[in-house]
C-alpha cells in the first residue's frame, strides 16, 4: 500500500472512531445532566466530576503514551513511534486544557477558590507545560531525524519528572496546607453516578483513541506529500 | 437544599465541548487539506 | 557508540578522566574569554536589586522571602549561563570535533556537566555574599549546610540543563525554549532547596534538613545518570 493510500485509510478510521466518541460524548452529557442524580451538598457543580476525572485520565493516558513511545523510539529508531508520541502529545494538550479549565470552574463552587497548589492540580498545571515544552520543541526543530530524537529525550525526561513533582508539591503542600472551605468528603459512590463516570470515561478513552489516530494519520499525509518519492 | 451552583456546571460542560469538538474540527478540516483533494 | 574496549574498572577509570580532561579544556576556554561569566554575574547581581525593588519593605520582611530570592536568582542565572555557554561552543564547533573521535558520550556529558557546574557554581559563588549583603541575611552557622544544598540542587538544574542547551542552542528560538524546556525541571530541586535553605537560615540544625536533602540526592542521582545516557542521542547524528 503506498503512503498516501495508507495514510488515508488510517484518518477515515480516525475519524470514524472520533465521530463515534463524540456521540458518545453527547450521550454521556445526557446521562450526567439528565440521569444522573444530583449530589446534594455539592450540588450540580459536582457534575462536572463526570468530565474533570476522565479527561484527567486521558490526559496522563496520552502522557504516559509519549514517555513510553519516547523510550521505544531511542531504543528501536521506528519513525511510526515518533509519529505516534507527537500525536499523542498533541492530542494531551487537548485532553488537559479541559482538565486545565474545568477544574477551577469546579474548585470555585466547591471548594471556595479558583486555584489550590493541590498536589492534583499542580500536576495537572506540569502535564500541560511538559506537552507544550515537548510540542514547542518539534516546532522549533527541522530535520525530522533530529526533531524525533531530541523530542524522544524530552519525553523520557518528562516521564520521569512526574514522580518528583509529585513528592516535592505533596510534601511542600503537608508543610503548607491552605485552608479549604467546602471540602468534600470522599463517600464511596453511589452505583448510579459510578456508572455514569465509568461510561465516561470509556467515551473519552475511545475519543483518545480517534484523535491520536487521526493525528497520526495526518502526520503521515503531510510526510508522504513532502517525500512523495518515498512510498 | 444544594447550593445554587449550576451555573458552573453549564460553564463547564460548554467549555469541555467547545475544546473537545473543535480540536476534532481542527483535525477533520486538516486531514481533508493533508489527503483529499485529489 | 565509541565506549573504549577493556575491562570495567580502568574503563570507567578512563572515562573519568577524559571527563576532567574535557571539563578543563571548556573551562580554560571560558577562563580566557569571561565575557559570558562576567555578564552572568552582572545578570544575577541585578536579580537581585530587582527583587529588592519589588516588594514592600514595610510589608513584608527581608528575612521572610530571602530563600525565594536566592533560589529564584540562582535559577535564572543558571538559565542565562547554560544559554551562553552552548552558544559560546557552538560559535567554536568545539563539540564537532570532539564528536569526531571516539570518546564515549558518556564521559563528554559528565565533562559538559563539570565545566557548566564550575561556570554556574562561580556566578553562584559571586552571588551569595551579594545577597547576604543586599538582603541583611544573618548567616550564622548556616554557610557549610547552605553551600551543600547549592551543590545539591544545582547539579540537578545543570544536569538537565546541559540536555536542553545542547539540544535549544541548535534551534532558532534557543533563548524561549531552553526556559520553556528547563523550568517544569526545576521546580522539584527548587521546592527542596529554598525549604532546606529556609530551615537553615533560622538557625535549624543540619540534622532537621535531612528529609530535603535527600530528595535532592535522589533527583540528582537519577537525572545525571538519565541525562548522561541520554546524551548520545541529542548529539550524534
Excluded at chain 2, 26 to 31: G, L, V
Excluded at chain 3, 85 to 105: K, S, Y
Excluded at chain 3, 153 to 167: D, E, L, P, R
Aim: hydrophobic share 60%; with cysteine; proline share 6%.
Amino acid at each position: 500500500m503506498t503512503l498516501p493510500v495508507a495514510a488515508r485509510s488510517i484518518v477515515s478510521r480516525g475519524l470514524a472512531t472520533s465521530a463515534v466518541a463524540l456521540a458518545g460524548l453527547a450521550a454521556v452529557y445526557v446521562l450526567a445532566l439528565g440521569f444522573t442524580p444530583v449530589e446534594a451538598r455539592q450540588g450540580l457543580a459536582q457534575k462536572i466530576f463526570y468530565l474533570h476525572v476522565p479527561a484527567a485520565w486521558s490526559a496522563l493516558l496520552a502522557f504516559s503514551l509519549v514517555g513510553i513511545a519516547s523510550a521505544l523510539y531511542l531504543w528501536l529508531l521506528d519513525p511510526r513511534l515518533d509519529r505516534f508520541a507527537a500525536a499523542s502529545a498533541e492530542v494531551g494538550v487537548a485532553f488537559s486544557a479541559v482538565m486545565l479549565t474545568t477544574g477551577p470552574i469546579w474548585a470555585k463552587p466547591i471548594w471556595g477558590t479558583w486555584w489550590t497548589w493541590d498536589a492534583r492540580l499542580t500536576l495537572t498545571l506540569f502535564l500541560f507545560f511538559l506537552f507544550v515544552g515537548y510540542l514547542a520543541l518539534r516546532a522549533a526543530v527541522q530535520d525530522p531525524a533530529e526533531r524525533a530524537r531530541f523530542s524522544a529525550v524530552v519525553g523520557i525526561l518528562g516521564m520521569l519528572l512526574v514522580p518528583f513533582v509529585h513528592l516535592s508539591v505533596y510534601l511542600f503542600r503537608t508543610l503548607h496546607p491552605t485552608p479549604v472551605v467546602l471540602k468534600p468528603s470522599a463517600p464511596s459512590l453511589p452505583p448510579e453516578m459510578l456508572r455514569t463516570l465509568l461510561i465516561s470515561t470509556l467515551v473519552f478513552t475511545v475519543l483518545y483513541i480517534g484523535l491520536v489516530t487521526v493525528r497520526y494519520g495526518i502526520a503521515l499525509a503531510e510526510e508522504a506529500r513532502e517525500a512523495p518519492d518515498a512510498a | 437544599m444544594p447550593p445554587d451552583n449550576g451555573g458552573y456546571m453549564i460553564a463547564a460542560y460548554v467549555v469541555t465541548a467547545v475544546i473537545l469538538v473543535g480540536y476534532a474540527l481542527a483535525m477533520w478540516r486538516r486531514a481533508r487539506r493533508a489527503v483529499g483533494s485529489d | 557508540m565509541g565506549s573504549c574496549p577493556g575491562t570495567t574498572g580502568s574503563s570507567v577509570r578512563e572515562a573519568i578522566r577524559l571527563a576532567l580532561a574535557i571539563a578543563a579544556k571548556d573551562i580554560r576556554v571560558e577562563l580566557r574569554s569571561r565575557t559570558a561569566l562576567l555578564s552572568a554575574v552582572v545578570f544575577a547581581a541585578l536579580v537581585l536589586v530587582v527583587f529588592n525593588f519589588a516588594r514592600d519593605p514595610t510589608a513584608i520582611a527581608a528575612v521572610d522571602l530571602a530563600p525565594s530570592v536566592l533560589w529564584v536568582t540562582f535559577a535564572l542565572a543558571a538559565m542565562v549561563a547554560l544559554n551562553r555557554a552552548f552558544t559560546i561552543e557552538r560559535e567554536n564547533a568545539a563539540l564537532d570535533g570532539l564528536l569526531l573521535a571516539p570518546v564515549p558520550r558518556e564521559a563528554l556529558f559528565l565533562g559538559k556537566l563539570l565545566a557548566n557546574l564550575a561556570f554556574v557554581g562561580t556566578v553562584e559563588a559571586v552571588t551569595l555574599p551579594l545577597f547576604v549583603l543586599f538582603f541583611n541575611v544573618d548567616l550564622g552557622g548556616a554557610l557549610p549546610g547552605i553551600l551543600g544544598v547549592t551543590a545539591l540542587a544545582t547539579t540537578g538544574f545543570v544536569a538537565v540543563g546541559t540536555i536542553f542547551s545542547a539540544m535549544a542552542v541548535r534551534t532558532r528560538f534557543a533563548e524561549l525554549l531552553l526556559p520553556v524546556l528547563l523550568l517544569p525541571f526545576m521546580v522539584p530541586p527548587l521546592i527542596g532547596a529554598v525549604q532546606a535553605t529556609s530551615r537553615l537560615l533560622s538557625g535549624r540544625p543540619l540534622s532537621e534538613v535531612m528529609g530535603w536533602l535527600r530528595l535532592l540526592a535522589i533527583y540528582d542521582v537519577v537525572f545525571v545518570t538519565l541525562c548522561m545516557l541520554v546524551f548520545s542521542a541529542v548529539v550524534d547524528e
